[in-house]
């Protein structure tokens, strides 16, 4: 494949803003939206679990590949897998003391629309806060988790019985693989908001929010509010 083919098949994948940015760059006149060819439906938002299957293992991490496909000895998953797990250990340093609660919470959002869960969100229902107890039990959108975020779980547990309800809690869910795209994102995110206390876990959550162009739900909004193209919601 040419050099410009390379080009044209990642333009093609790039949001509709992005590719007129693009297009105005190199002289090429764009049709007008209500022209353009329509695309497929977008089976992301029409039927969440066909769409996780038909992307497993591209824009979604096939978790159990990643297993090495162990078979799974854990009887339940979701959140119940990992609710409490880590409730009588320390981890106090995840979470700022003073983080506000934006106008902008994920009961703004429109009832099942994807998002990207942050890492606090997660680590808030394995130690078993309050906080997180309603979204969990009934979460009103639909719940995606970033690779990053999915390691950080894998990072903090303690034995192979905890792995493998982590592996168990991410089974419902999709875990959005970090693509090029991303990975670009992050490290444009640590020039641009490391001063705000933006960690590189985060910039890879965000970054994967902002490729997917989804809203991000956290507990912790502080070090994002100042992110272009990144729409924040917190827990209420």
Same mark, same amino acid.
């Given at each position: 494949?040419?050099?410009?083919?390379?080009?044209?098949?990642?333009?093609?994948?790039?949001?509709?803003?992005?590719? &007129? @940015?693009?297009?105005?760059?190199?002289?090429? #006149?764009?049709?007008?939206?209500?022209?353009?060819?329509?695309?497929?439906?977008?089976?992301?938002?029409?039927?969440?679990?066909?769409?996780?299957?038909?992307?497993?293992?591209?824009?979604?991490?096939?978790?159990?590949?990643?297993?090495?496909?162990?078979?799974?000895?854990?009887?339940?998953?979701?959140?119940?897998?990992?609710?409490?797990?880590?409730?009588?250990?320390?981890?106090?340093?995840?979470? #700022?003391?003073?983080?506000?609660?934006?106008?902008?919470?994920?009961?703004?959002?429109?009832?099942?629309?994807?998002?990207?869960?942050?890492?606090?969100?997660?680590?808030?229902?394995?130690?078993?806060?309050?906080?997180?107890?309603?979204?969990?039990?009934?979460?009103?959108?639909?719940? @995606?988790?970033?690779?990053?975020?999915?390691?950080?779980?894998? &990072?903090?547990?303690?034995?192979?019985?905890?792995?493998? @309800?982590?592996?168990?809690?991410? %089974?419902?869910? #999709?875990?959005?693989?970090?693509?090029?795209?991303?990975?670009?994102?992050?490290? %444009?995110?640590?020039?641009?908001?490391?001063?705000?206390?933006?960690?590189?876990?985060?910039?890879?959550?965000?970054?994967?929010?902002?490729?997917?162009?989804?809203?991000?739900?956290?507990?912790?909004?502080?070090?994002?509010?100042?992110?272009?193209?990144?729409?924040?919601?917190?827990?209420?």
């Amino acid at each position: 494949m040419s050099l410009f083919e390379d080009t044209m098949s990642l333009a093609v994948q790039l949001p509709q803003t992005e590719r &007129e @940015r693009l297009a105005k760059a190199l002289g090429v #006149a764009l049709a007008p939206r209500n022209l353009l060819q329509m695309a497929a439906p977008d089976q992301s938002k029409t039927d969440p679990t066909a769409w996780r299957a038909q992307q497993k293992g591209h824009a979604v991490l096939d978790v159990d590949k990643a297993a090495a496909n162990a078979p799974l000895p854990v009887d339940v998953t979701g959140p119940d897998a990992i609710r409490g797990i880590w409730a009588d250990i320390d981890l106090a340093q995840n979470f #700022a003391e003073d983080e506000p609660v934006l106008e902008d919470t994920v009961s703004n959002l429109p009832p099942g629309s994807p998002v990207v869960v942050h890492t606090s969100v997660v680590l808030g229902l394995a130690l078993g806060l309050e906080a997180t107890r309603t979204f969990w039990e009934n979460p009103p959108v639909e719940v @995606r988790l970033a690779t990053a975020t999915y390691l950080k779980l894998l &990072e903090i547990c303690e034995n192979e019985n905890q792995r493998d @309800r982590v592996r168990a809690f991410v %089974q419902p869910f #999709a875990v959005l693989s970090l693509g090029p795209m991303a990975s670009t994102k992050a490290a %444009q995110l640590m020039f641009e908001a490391g001063h705000n206390g933006l960690t590189a876990l985060d910039a890879l959550v965000a970054a994967t929010a902002i490729a997917h162009e989804i809203p991000l739900v956290t507990r912790e909004p502080r070090a994002f509010t100042q992110i272009h193209g990144l729409y924040v919601a917190t827990l209420p």
